[in-house]
């Protein structure tokens, strides 16, 4: 079911998809497939063409609001940790991987230069850039957040975070994607719904193209390779150091070895900071196994199928399991040594959404067993957790839809 209507309206559709990464590529696909309007702009902090990708053709909010700043537009943010995310940090991953390398080892260490940096290549004064300022739209019909997440928003400085809370107050409707950044805003006394991630609906609303999607190109030639069936894995480039790399290795070598099922090695998102093919090529080097491989594709709707027709997922990426979750399979998300007493966007929405005694979290050393535990959960269970997502994901998106403003 989707909600049709029509409008004079124009719907601005804000996030950050203007950059390769799984989640944010999805987010307006699934938005604008719920809303079914022939008006839709999308927008990021930039201008990008990720269509080769499967993303969309994004405008530069800024000069979206240059051009409709002066009439009402109805804005949806359409989710994603973007609470949290600064505008040094955004600015970076909007860069090519050469010229962030560049500008990481130029200013990482004087914060004002990289503020002021930031700045000029956002064209925007936001701390927090990737939630609207709301001068550059001051006739917009109605402002929402669908499903965001903040979940370390209490460790930003007090000037982001006031910056934040003062933009979701004076918003029409903000929804949030797991308990603990609820109860952040909440006792920042922002009122706020908590609905599931908006991926959740990727099974529902595209499984029949992501089922056709496995039957050509990589994700065929994947299948192929391992009739058995395998494990499809992710991680952020932060897990390449040898220590941590050999560990993984040894880990998958372990399971993939037990269990029969082969490898594929994905990468979740290409932007900096992100997922690096050499750290694949390093972990791949060090096994034993027979059957691995490196999925090279980066398009949005070949991940969506090479995780889809995997046996279990096992990874650094939200994503990676709320798509998982989304085809009922089993799931692990990892967490890095340095991460473990740092609440994560992982647990927490593992925490929110996911069934009692369900796998969540693992560290490098516990990949193993961690994916016989995921294993060895009921599918019947899966396939509730599935489809209780879905029904409270359309409860939770119905009020934008009813409160979009259509003349």
Not at 150 to 160: H, K, R, S, Y
Request: a neutral charge; aromatic letters at 8%; proline letters at 5%.
């Amino acid at each position: 079911m989707t909600h049709e209507a029509s409008t004079g309206i124009p719907t601005v559709l804000f996030g950050a998809f203007d950059r390769h990464n799984f989640g944010d590529l999805l987010f307006p696909h699934i938005v604008a497939a719920l809303l079914a309007r022939k008006d839709l702009l999308f927008a990021g902090l930039a201008a990008r063409d990720l269509r080769s990708h499967g993303g969309h053709r994004v405008s530069a909010l800024a000069q979206l609001a240059a051009h409709w700043g002066e009439r009402p537009v109805n804005i949806i943010h359409v989710g994603g940790e973007l609470l949290s995310c600064d505008a040094w940090e955004a600015a970076v991953m909007l860069l090519a991987p050469d010229q962030a390398h560049e500008t990481v080892a130029r200013l990482g260490g004087r914060t004002q230069e990289r503020l002021a940096w930031a700045r000029s290549q956002l064209g925007s004064a936001a701390l927090a850039p990737y939630t609207l300022p709301p001068e550059w739209f001051p006739h917009a019909a109605r402002v929402f957040y669908n499903a965001v997440g903040g979940v370390d928003l209490n460790q930003c400085e007090p000037a982001m975070r006031a910056e934040v809370v003062a933009k979701l107050k004076a918003a029409d409707d903000v929804s949030v994607r797991d308990q603990q950044t609820k109860a952040l805003l909440d006792a920042s006394g922002v009122t706020t719904r908590l609905i599931p991630d908006p991926a959740v609906m990727v099974a529902e609303l595209f499984g029949t193209k992501i089922r056709q999607r496995a039957r050509q190109g990589e994700v065929a030639q994947i299948l192929r390779a391992f009739p058995q069936g395998y494990i499809a894995v992710q991680f952020s480039a932060d897990f390449g150091d040898d220590q941590t790399l050999t560990e993984i290795a040894a880990q998958l070598d372990r399971i993939a070895i037990s269990s029969g099922f082969g490898v594929a090695f994905f990468r979740a998102g290409a932007a900096p900071w992100h997922d690096d093919l050499l750290c694949y090529q390093r972990a791949a080097a060090r096994m034993h196994a027979p059957a691995v491989k490196i999925f090279r594709s980066l398009n949005l709707w070949d991940i969506c199928a090479l995780i889809a027709c995997s046996r279990v997922y096992v990874g650094s990426s939200l994503h990676g399991r709320i798509v998982a979750m989304a085809f009922a399979l089993p799931r692990i998300n990892l967490h890095h040594r340095a991460q473990a007493t740092r609440p994560t966007k992982q647990t927490a929405f593992a925490a929110t959404w996911e069934q009692a005694g369900i796998p969540a979290t693992v560290e490098v050393d516990e990949i193993a067993d961690g994916i016989r535990d995921a294993l060895a959960i009921d599918s019947a269970r899966l396939q509730h957790t599935a489809s209780e997502l879905v029904s409270r994901y359309r409860q939770g998106f119905n009020p934008i839809c009813a409160g979009l403003k259509p003349d």
